[in-house]
């Protein structure tokens, strides 16, 4: 449901409260706004995000704007939201923090969530950043599974820029196998579609990746 049609809903609630007496709706209405609420800061959280990517610089709000977000989503009973959230935290500990023990769990909430939602953009973000914590602690196969599950949830959503994204974790993986022609075979289909889709960040990701291996 769209932000504008929570925001409709629950105008009507208060319409019906104010001119009909109905007050029931109103627990209901809270919880639209509620989820209203949480739209926005997880968008908010996710640009603080983007900021920190481009300048390396933790923002000290930004784990409070995701932690608020979930918080939000669970009250309003929107596991969908929960999930994305969740994954949002977990990436967080993952990326800004190095912290892989405490992302891990919520990873994994986070997958759960979105499996039980149906949510496959968000289960393929939880599944490659679980690819990283296994790739991290030497798990290769679990690390390459998880990716290569990531990459054919994306394939299938049609998410050019993630599956590029991808292949260059899946070419770190097959060079720590030593599986180096498997490796620059990635990378060639990566680049590819990274141009493709106009991905500058992941071609630049390419270019450091051929340049390792």
């Known amino acids: 449901m769209s932000t504008a049609d929570r925001i409709e809903k629950a105008r009507l609630h208060y319409e019906r409260a104010v001119f009909g007496g109905d007050h029931g709706g109103l627990s209901t209405a809270d919880a639209e706004l509620d989820a209203v609420e949480a739209d926005l800061t997880l968008a908010r959280g996710r640009i603080t995000h983007a900021r920190y990517l481009a300048d390396r610089v ?25 999930g994305e959230a969740l994954f949002c935290i977990g ?28 949510d496959l953009r968000t289960a393929s973000y939880a599944l ?17 599974a998880r990716l290569e599950e990531s990459v054919r949830l994306r394939r299938g959503l049609g998410f ?12 770190y993986v097959a060079a720590a196998q030593s599986r180096r022609e498997d490796a620059l075979a990635l990378l060639r289909e990566a680049g590819e579609l990274a141009t493709a889709a106009e991905a500058l960040a992941i071609v630049r990701q390419v ?7």
């Open 58 to 82: 933790e923002d000290p709000a930004e784990l409070g704007l995701f932690e608020r977000a979930a918080e939000l989503y669970r009250r309003a009973g929107d596991p969908r939201g929960e």
């Open 91 to 118: 990436c967080f500990h993952q990326v800004v923090r190095d912290d892989h023990d405490t992302a891990v769990p919520l990873l994994e909430a986070s997958l759960a969530l979105a499996e039980e939602a149906g």
């Open 128 to 144: 490659r950043h679980l690819g990283i914590a296994d790739h991290v602690a030497g798990r290769l196969d679990r690390a390459r």
């Open 160 to 171: 050019t820029a993630g599956v590029a994204a991808n292949l260059v974790g899946l070419a």
């Open 207 to 213: 270019e450091e990746a051929a340049a390792r291996l």
